[in-house]
């Protein structure tokens, strides 16, 4: 199984170092999660819990956010990811963006891919 949360502040609450940070969330995350299947503690054999700081440490995302931007009304749609910038386009001539930072973005879904090379193709590169 995976658990998968969100909006998991890049800034964890102080709970000791690094890794005492790391063991409390995980442990808050599975305690919220035993509310609604309460045998769940008993049924796991081991666990990996990524932080957001982990995840910019070891893939470089900034902040750890895969979505790349916040899926907030400001960075949506045709504000993805920055006014100016939308429809794949960037001001460097040439240079497009297809990832998850862009429209229908979110995620690893390669979603932007297709539109990203329709609109590439567009302007005729």
Not at 20 to 29: K, M, N, P
Not at 56 to 68: A, L, Q
Not at 72 to 87: E, S, V
Request: charged share 20%; net charge negative.
């Amino acid at each position: 199984m995976s658990i998968f949360v969100q909006y998991a502040s890049y800034n964890m609450p102080t709970h000791g170092n690094r890794d005492q940070q790391r063991e409390a969330f995980g442990d808050a995350v599975i305690n919220t999660l035993a509310e609604f299947a309460p045998n769940i503690k008993e049924l796991i054999l081991h666990k990996q819990v990524l932080t957001p700081s982990d995840i910019e440490d070891n893939i470089g995302i900034t902040e750890g956010n895969i979505f790349h931007g916040e899926l907030t009304l400001d960075q949506l749609f045709f504000l993805r990811p920055a006014p100016g910038w939308a429809k794949y386009r960037t001001p460097i001539r040439n240079y497009y963006q297809c990832g998850s930072g862009t429209h229908a973005g979110g995620g690893i879904t390669g979603g932007p891919g297709r539109p990203a090379a329709l609109e590439i193709m567009k302007d005729g590169n």
